[in-house]
């Protein structure tokens, strides 16, 4: 801007002294001059000060994984974006084919068919009552304000928070296990009795009663399908607590690209001098 | 039946199909007073800039990299105005992301990397911050992750990485950042971090590589030069170490020492860490390479090389800090209160009550190229690179040479070209808490890069 300037109040000054050049100099053509001048010294004592920054704050993040991942409070619309990523992940799907291979096998119900329709079925039912556990997590979280993250990120502005770092093994465990049923009120600093993952785990044990056949639709099913749900949630929750202890240890136990030979051992270098 | 390998292919080829677009057309320079939310960003200042490449390397707008320039240059204006002829000109941070990241709002990356700017802004103790995000299409669908299917674009990703640093177009972009910031002989006060996170460590290794090459190919046998980056950081790359082989030969070969004046502090010329905790570059990238169609012809040496390998596999299918053979540091732990920094120890950053002695570690690679583990206590896992830790880490690596020996100024803190901060508040402690946090060093003037007389 200020190169900008002086180059058009030099050009205006050139033409200037062109024009005196061919008539004379007058009176209100040095006034111009000096004017000129004036403003040429100004510009260039402008130009010393650095343009003051327009400082801003950042916008606000829109599920993008670094601040679901670590801001201590997640917007509704972060939790429905959470909730969204939880619909297809590797562990929902390998989940139910998984576990309706083992129901598979052991062929319960009995109404059920073998083979690829009854496997089917079977990955369809623990797939669905996945989306419901979420889908009724969610929507009761959203509700009562409380985070879906199996360990969310400490907060300073709560240090009385349950989610305390804790160091002993035993202390983590018992902390992760309590998450599930124990979690905090977003608006606040206190905790209460986690009702969305419980509701959660409820509705994908007795959606079940919709398809399932007489032989297995009872209510002794519909709660064991919610334990069974819970339990999902608890060993999500051990894992989050320990995958970092995990992979570190995995990560230690990898040692691949050993050097076959040695190189001779350098001479000592001097000791450095102070 | 047959429909589902055509659902899989159609499935794969989606994933792999990466619009060519730009996020930051309008907008590509911003100068951010972070917020004091007593939860996310802590009330620093800092300038980001964002360059963006398309999948063929080239520039979207060329003019974001004069912007990006001109940001620079006001942040060390600033630098003079209020610091004065003692003041340490600016740190510019200039950031490369990997895989699953781009340049849009919704990246992840573009977030941690704010965060991770106003941590710095908070604890560089009045040394104004400059953020140059490198963009670049590491992710499939702009805006929408796609989560697990995302995975499938491995390959693909991987080879566009590749195209984006060896183009020749970003090894412009980071010679302009380098001698804009440190001046055109890199004599400059103002310093200037590289950093390349998993596939932007590939990107960066590759666009990097010919500057440093460019520099030693000038140096005469016992001649010496000026470093051409404060510090290039490779962190948790995801590159085959055949990549980085042929520069470690050739500081092999060539005998290139990194140090101080007096040759007795070494120096890294770069620095490739992984976590220990990044099971992602150790289990899952070597699987990734396996399942490459263009996998090279592997040949087996007839006896190990100089560094011990005797095979292109290892060097293939590992990462550089992965590869045993090419480790040269480590960090090794003690209590911070009994006892003194180990021997050799180039940084010894502290984590509650526990130093991190990095120190070098015996072996075949005697290189400036310096690799090692990483504890996870800096970089937990692959992806979270951004924690206060590592933050910490970069600033003591930054601090370590004390390429200008100011100390921290007590009365300002660093709070006076933030507005709306008094001096004396909360943020001035903590850079002050930090600067005690690290144990004094001898002061250096300068540090220089030197090509050592062939050894007979």
Known sequence: MYRTRTA????????????NNRTGCSPWSGFIIGLWLFLLSSASALAQEPAPPVWSPPPKPHCDSFSMQHEPQMTLEEKACYFASQLFTPSAVFGAAFFGSIAMAEHTPAEWPQGAQGFGDQFGTRYTQGMVKSTGTFLVGALLHEDPRPKPPYDSACPDHLHVQHTEIWARFGSSLLRVVWTHNDQSCSDRIAFSRLAGSLASGFIQRVWLPPSQNTLGNAFLGSGSALGGYAAESVFTEFQGDLFGWLGKMFGTGKPKTLLAAPPPAAPAKN | MKRIPILVAGVVLCCSCVPNRSFRAQQSVYQYHFPDDGHFFKNGCAGLAFIEFDEKGNLFHPDQVDRALTLIHQFQDLDQEFNGPDGQGAAVFVFIHGWKNNASEESGNVWGFRKALDELAVSADGRPIVGIYIGWPGIGWPGFSSGFLENFSFGNRENV????????????????????????????????ILIGHSFGGLVMETAVTPLLRAQLAGLEAGGQTKPLADLIVLINEAAPALLARPLLYYLAENNIEYSDPTGKKPFPLLLSM???????????FPGGQFLDH?????????????FGIDSDKTYFYLTTANTIALQNHQFVSRPA????????????????????????KPGNNRTPYWVTQLPQVFVPDHGTVFGTEFMRLLVDLLDAPKIVTKQPSPSRGGDYFCPAVAVGEPRAARAHALAKSTPPRAPVTEIKLKKANPKP
């Open chain 2, 161 to 192: 990485a590749g195209v984006v640093g060896g183009a020749g177009a970003l090894t412009n972009v980071l010679e302009k950042i380098l001698r804009g910031t440190k001046g055109a002989d890199y004599q400059g006060k103002s310093s200037c």
């Open chain 2, 337 to 360: 209160s009994t006892e003194k920094p180990a021997d050799g120890a180039f940084v010894s950053p502290l984590v509650g009550h526990t130093a991190y002695d990095l120190v070098p």
């Open chain 1, 8 to 19: 058009i109040v030099q050009m205006l000054l050139r033409r200037e002294m062109a024009n």
């Open chain 2, 294 to 306: 263009n996998k090279p012809k592997f040949q087996t040496y007839p006896q190990p090389d100089r």
């Open chain 2, 274 to 284: 992984t976590s220990e905790g990044d099971v992602d570059t150790k289990f899952a």
